[in-house]
């Protein structure tokens, strides 16, 4: 077997990669538990997977793997969320809003529990 077909075969083995049942298995749970929901994928990297944000309306968030973008768009279309390219949409400003409420509210305790 050449190198090329090798690297065909590995291609498409990773093209069709499910969604690890743990990591789908959170989201679904997460998805079900928040209102409003979103999916946001984020492109496979040299250093991590295809992974995918769920938004909720409130802004929190939560990042897992996804088996590549078209597992991403699978497990979207079974919870009926809509689902987004975060390279072309980018993330929402909820999601960033929601981060920096967190941050203030760390913070807060920190000092509170500085005082004590």
Known sequence: MGLVSRLR???AARAGRRVPEAD??????WAAAHRGVEMFVEPRTTVTDTT????AADGS???RRVGGPEGARR??????LPVYDVQIVG????????????????ERR????LER
């Open 91 to 106: 993330y929402p400003q909820r999601m960033r809003d929601h981060d920096a409420r967190e941050r203030v509210l760390r």
């Open 110 to 113: 920190r000092r509170e529990d």
């Open 9 to 11: 075969r590995s291609r």
């Open 75 to 80: 497990l979207a279309r079974s919870l009926r």
């Open 52 to 55: 995918a944000v769920m938004v």
């Open 24 to 29: 789908e298995a959170h989201l679904r749970a």
């Open 61 to 63: 968030w939560t990042r």
